[in-house]
């Protein structure tokens, strides 16, 4: 009966999901150049970069824009090639909630659980979209599933597994993959069957799983030199670490707007381009057709925030024909 019940919740999802995708477009811009700067340049898909020539890049590490960049990559850069990833990955949520509340209280529950994640709107939204969010939740997911795996007969596999899928949480989007931390810490602690000794040694364990998969991309980023990578929106010093703490940490809590600006579509993009004024970021040209609009850089200017060209490329970049040269 539970694997009925399971096919049934996931085809439904997947129907509510998948329907009328395209009408989407390219939804969110901002990164949906970067995803299409991901199919071009391995470079740019690394490092989540705005545009193949690697200038600068999104104002969020790049984890949430691979899976669309390679299905890209295959397929061709279109809406559907970007988005039924994010829809994919609301499916898998969707499976995986079902499967952690049916360990715990049985296949009803389960039911009822994932249910609730499928139909409430702002999921329904969220994984019908190109933003950070559907990464995100089914890497949040996936940590509860496996720490609930651990907790049944203490296995320091699962708790590494789990803390290994929180350390992708942190490069879908930061911090906020930290947050489920603590409750997922304190149920192993009070419930796994083994002595306190060896709980505590297992969340250590967690946490280098954490650490190895956070940590292994922030060090690459940081010791990459400058010269070889896009510059880092979000902060004022081309560092990570400021992204992290700063524009994507304590701003976010006191209301400083650090950094330069990212996520907001088009004009964000060319406002953190112009920002990034070392000698490698550029202004940015804007040549614009029936069909598309192409955005060339070119290394001699540094268009100013807010000025008109500025605004009219932005305005152009709307297109969802655009594509991003340097």
Known sequence: MGAAVRRRLLVATAFLYLWNLAATGYGNSFYAAAIQAGTKDWTAFLFGSLDAGNAITVDKPP????????????????????????ALMGVAAVGFLYLTVKRVSGPGAGLLAGGALALTPV??????????????????????????????????????????????????????????????????????????????????????????????????????????????????????????FGYNGLSRITGSGEGTPGGGGAGALLEAISVASAPSAAAVAVAATPDSVAVAATPDSVALPGSPACLARASALRSPGFSLLH
Not at 136 to 144: K, N
Not at 171 to 176: D, G, R
Not at 199 to 226: D, E, K, M, N, W
């Open 63 to 86: 984890a949430s824009l691979w899976i669309p960049a390679l299905a890209g990559r295959i397929f061709g850069f279109s809406p559907l090639s970007m988005l039924v990833p994010e």
């Open 123 to 244: 999921a329904a939204l969220m994984f019908r979209f190109n933003n950070p969010d559907a990464m995100l939740t089914l890497c949040l997911v996936l940590a509860a599933y496996f720490t609930t795996r651990a907790i049944e007969r203490a296995g320091w596999k699962w708790l590494a597994a789990a803390g290994a899928i929180v350390g992708l949480a942190f490069l879908s989007k930061m911090l906020q993959g930290f947050l489920i931390v603590p409750g997922l810490g304190l149920a192993y602690l009070w419930a796994a069957p083994t002595p306190l000794r060896r709980r505590l040694l297992h969340l250590l364990g967690a946490l280098a799983g954490i650490a190895v998969v956070a940590g292994s991309y922030v060090a690459l980023f940081q010791l990459t030199p400058a010269s070889a990578r896009p510059y880092m929106a979000g902060s004022q010093t081309n560092s990570f670490l400021e992204l992290t």
